[in-house]
């Protein structure tokens, strides 16, 4: 029974010791920098472009669809 005792007093100092760690982790101060962003807005300015000379463009198609071609003009 003493030998018994006895191996389970060392196996729980062993355990403990091993169990028993130290880690350090040194962390560096994180950097946040400032972002800078250019957004092209194209899109309006085009769309607003196509409102303003669509009926232009339109009118330039029916004219072109009407009017005859070189070669069908001179047989």
């Known amino acids: 029974m003493p030998r018994i005792f006895l191996l389970l007093i060392l196996t729980s ?5 091993a169990c028993n ?4 982790v040194q962390v560096a101060p994180v950097e946040v920098k400032p972002i800078h962003i250019t957004i092209d807005v194209n ?3 085009d769309r607003a472009l196509n409102d303003f000379f669509g009926d232009l463009d ?5 004219n072109s669809a009407v009017k005859p071609t070189p070669d ?4």
Do not use: R, W
């Open 13 to 17: 100092i062993m355990l403990t010791v």
């Open 21 to 24: 760690s130290k880690h350090e």
């Open 43 to 45: 899109i309006k300015v």
């Open 58 to 62: 339109a009118a330039a198609e029916t």
């Open 72 to 75: 069908t003009a001179t047989k």
